[in-house]
């Protein structure tokens, strides 16, 4: 009988450690370094700040004319922009290093969002860059914190930039047009209304032309959106908090684990003794 006793306490004491071993490792897998920080992984952070950037770049290719093949020379008209999401917990030296790298690459800030309290500051850029800087810009930047988000997206734009185009030159044929029939006299109140429309006309052209002006070859740059938020560093979790945890999470699921265990035997015998009993009414029903 103590045989059995000592035997079972055995168990019970094995599989308390087995329980609290697996505990305990798992819990350096999940936290390695110590207490994660407080990330920000996978979120975007997409802003509009009301300027758009057009680069253009010459395609070339064979086209079929009567006679052979001609080569063909297009102009595209594109807009590139890359959103890039970090996170930091070294927010100063970062933001001193993501303005050395727009000095080197002599890009141009053209908005800039600085938020938050210390520990909890978020930086917003969106830079300007030559397209022929673009890619390599990118790939610097990455490097500065850690990435939580990166999406590239080129949309071509040239088929805008042809429409505004003919829109201005119809514009400027139909200015034209009313101002020499503005020549031809007539009366006051019919020269007034020409005029306005003449005035009306002026304003679409001035308009229609300070949107072709995104698309001049002076003005051509790609876009990086940078959003760099701060992060608190993970604090290393002491060996005796590590055992704590381990041992208060084996206390409470080695527990429960034996309640259902106690629970499914108890079922059991109640099951036994049910039957048992069925039989033995089973048996005297069928004597008598």
């Not at 059995?4 to 819990?27: A, E, H, P, Q």
């Not at 860059?129 to 890619?135: E, I, L, M």
């Not at 503005?182 to 032309?209: C, D, F, V, Y």
């Amino acid at each position: 009988m103590k045989n059995k006793i000592y035997k079972g306490i055995g168990l019970f004491i094995l599989g308390f450690l087995i329980l609290f071993v697996f505990r305990f490792i798992y819990g350096y897998i999940t936290y390695p370094a110590g207490g994660a920080a407080l990330g920000l992984m996978n979120q975007t952070d997409s802003f509009d700040f009301g300027i758009r950037n057009y680069a253009s770049s010459k395609w070339e290719g064979k086209g079929i004319q009567e006679g052979g093949f001609a080569v063909t020379s297009v102009d595209q008209k594109f807009e590139k922009v890359a959103n890039i999401s970090t996170q930091s917990t070294a927010f100063k030296a970062e933001e001193v290093q993501i303005r050395t790298l727009i000095k080197k690459h002599k890009a141009l800030i053209q908005y800039e969002q600085l938020s938050g309290n210390p520990g909890f500051r978020r930086l917003q850029l969106a830079i300007g860059v030559n397209p022929a800087r673009f890619d390599q810009m990118v790939e610097e930047v990455k490097l500065i914190g850690e990435i939580t988000n990166i999406q590239i997206n080129k949309s071509d734009k040239t088929n805008e930039y042809k429409e505004l185009h003919a829109k201005k030159q119809s514009l400027e044929k139909t200015r034209t047009s009313l101002i020499d029939l503005k020549k031809l006299g007539g009366k006051i109140e019919e020269l007034i209304n020409l005029e306005s429309r003449i005035l009306e006309i002026e304003n679409q052209i001035q308009a229609l032309g300070v949107s072709l002006g995104d698309f001049d070859s002076e003005n051509e740059f790609c876009t990086v959106k940078f959003t760099m938020r701060e992060v608190a560093k993970a604090e290393p979790i002491p060996m005796m908090q590590r055992i704590k945890v381990a041992f208060e999470w084996t206390i409470m699921y080695y527990a429960a684990f034996l309640g259902i265990v106690a629970l499914a035997a108890f079922i059991s015998f109640l099951v036994v003794v049910v039957i048992d009993k069925g039989k033995q009414l089973y048996e005297s029903a069928r004597k008598g």
